[in-house]
């Protein structure tokens, strides 16, 4: 390792914390989904299944894991800029990071078999989830104005934390409905509020830096509306009412294409700004696909497409700007350059493909080595990635400003 790397660095701003730790933990959960699915059909390793079953625990660990070390760092790092406020001292970020780091490799540990893990690494992963709630709920009393965007975003780290305390009620009394509504409350809850939010906050004002003409359009009643629809969603699937979802589904929808259609800049823009609207263009996607599976549910009792529409969320929306948004400020917070580089489209174009990949597993005649092949995928597509931005996370800043 070069003498201007060090892990000393990582401490220096959250951003750098956390994405290095989501980063390896990316990692580390699609390794052992990929083993997990490849023993599950060829039976290649000997895994036995872990005491939650093998699909609820990839639900849990890429929810409430892997996908908010990325989220707290973003947070983390806003939450006081978007306030006028100080920026959080590293004792306040570190807790976090070191409780979703160790929380996901104890939970793993688990699934390989270290019998009390699982319980160790929920129990780990709630503590830094506190950690981080306690240092940024106070910013929202602390400002002398409203950010309806960081009030947004806190209420759906709370829902997650909610969704947590569900998951060890779970690993405690082994109740099947606790953990079914802990993995529907990460995803329609947790993940795609803040998503929405983000998206909502940022996406108009990086097209407005950047395309010549462009009006940002971000009308707070596109936050409004979307929040009771998720949580209608969200209620109806946990009371199993699969046959009315569409009710809420065309209406999000809906508003998913009104935002692809009101956002999308008409002019030429960079790749860097690009990524982000085609991974918004996903959503309304999976809104048309759990409508559409709803109706044909309505009328023939079957459950067609199975967990195609989720995965169309996860992997294709969560997942492409996931890529867009941390390659993004990684960029502009090392002193880079704002660009997509190589490493990133690589990963960029590889989750479209796997995207429609782990879809199409729903209907393909072997579904699990399709889902396999998928989660394999992900690996190939995300580790150059990995490998670039955590070299950066290590590194000085290019331009020798602090952070």
């Not at 590293?90 to 929380?103: D, S």
């Not at 709920?137 to 104005?145: S, T």
């Not at 983000?198 to 979307?226: I, S």
């Not at 879809?359 to 699990?368: L, S, W, Y």
């Amino acid at each position: 390792m070069s003498k201007a790397l060090s892990p000393r660095l990582l401490a220096q701003a959250p951003h750098r914390l956390m994405f290095f730790i989501g980063a390896g933990n990316l990692l580390l959960a699609m390794a052992w989904w990929a083993m997990w699915l490849a023993d599950a059909r060829w039976q290649l390793f000997g895994l036995r299944q872990p005491t939650a079953y093998a699909g609820w625990l990839h639900a849990f660990v890429m929810q409430y894991q892997m996908l908010p070390s990325f989220i707290f760092g973003f947070l983390l790092t806003v939450f006081p800029r978007w306030m006028g406020l100080p920026d959080l001292k590293r004792w306040r970020y570190a807790p976090v990071g070191l409780g979703l780091f160790g929380g996901q490799v104890a939970t793993l540990l688990g699934a390989f078999g270290w019998q009390a893990g699982i319980v160790v690494g929920t129990l780990m992963t709630t503590a830094g989830w506190l950690a981080g709630v306690v240092h940024l709920l106070p910013m929202l009393w602390r400002e002398r104005g409203t950010t309806w965007h960081a009030r947004s975003c806190m209420a759906a780290l709370l829902l997650g934390l909610l969704g947590l305390l569900l998951w060890f009620g779970f690993l405690v009394v082994e109740n099947p409905l606790f953990a079914f509504a802990s993995i529907k409350l990460g995803t329609f809850g947790l993940l795609l509020p803040v998503y929405l939010t983000v998206a909502h906050r940022m996406f108009p004002f990086f097209a407005g830096n950047v395309v010549p003409g462009y009006t940002p359009w971000r009308p707070l009643w596109l936050l409004a509306a979307a929040w009771p629809l998720l949580l209608l969603h969200l209620l109806l699937e946990l009371f199993h009412v699969y046959a009315w979802l569409w009710l809420v589904d065309l209406p999000l929808f809906a508003l998913a294409l009104l935002m692809n259609w009101k956002w999308w800049p008409r002019d030429r823009m960079p790749g860097l700004l690009a990524t982000l609207f085609i991974g918004l263009a996903w959503l309304p996607l999976t809104f048309a696909l759990y409508a559409g599976q709803s109706l044909a549910y309505a009328m023939t009792g079957i459950y067609w497409l199975g967990r195609a529409p989720a995965h169309a969320l996860f992997v294709g929306f969560f997942g492409s700007v996931l890529v867009a948004m941390v390659t993004r400020v990684t960029q502009g917070h090392s002193g880079q350059a704002l660009y997509m580089p190589r490493a990133a489209w690589w990963a960029f174009i590889a989750v479209q493909v796997l995207s429609i990949v782990r879809i199409a597993a729903e209907v393909a005649p072997d579904p699990m080595a399709w889902m396999a092949f998928a989660a394999a995928g992900w690996l190939l597509a995300f580790a150059p990635w990995v490998l670039r931005i955590g070299r950066i996370y290590l590194a000085p800043r290019a331009d020798g400003k602090p952070g």
